[in-house]
């Protein structure tokens, strides 16, 4: 299996309330950007604010965790919202904010205009970055494998 690390771009809000219930959902619902994750990957959440849309700059990473068993399912939300959604297995961890790690990022510094990543919603990143993320939101490795 060849494992893939990703980002994600959730307000910190919506974050949590994926956390509680064990899920992921992207991009407003989307099934596209969880199509493209596959069991024993990895997620860390992106939050650019606190709540969307008007919520406070975070800017920061909020959480972290593994594809369970890939499968994308529907949940109704209400009966006009009915998203994909995605079970991970999220992992203890702190808020790190970008600009604390930025200058270790590769994917930071090989886009010029990295604003415009992030509002893709969704986007690989190497192993290396996601291991840079991931220590300095104190996240252990004990009995979790890590695959190159």
Not at 8 to 36: D, N
Not at 89 to 114: D, G, H, R
Request: proline share 5%; net charge positive.
């Amino acid at each position: 299996m060849n494992q893939k690390f990703w980002v994600g771009v959730v307000s910190e809000e919506h974050v949590r309330i994926g956390e509680k219930g064990e899920f992921a959902q992207l991009c407003h619902g989307k099934c596209a950007p969880l199509k493209k994750m596959k069991e024993g990957d990895w997620l860390i959440y992106y939050s650019p604010k606190t709540k969307y849309p008007d919520g406070k700059p975070l800017q920061s990473f909020t959480a972290i965790g593994t594809v369970k068993s890939g499968i994308i399912y529907r949940f109704e939300m209400n009966p006009q919202f009915i998203p994909f959604r995605m079970d991970i297995e999220y992992q203890p961890c702190q808020n790190i904010s970008l600009s604390s790690i930025k200058k270790m990022l590769e994917f930071v510094n090989e886009n010029a205009n990295i604003g415009l990543l992030f509002r893709r919603g969704h986007f690989e990143i190497e192993q290396k970055d996601f291991m840079t993320i991931a220590n300095a939101m104190g996240v252990t490795f004990h009995g979790m494998e890590i695959k190159v």
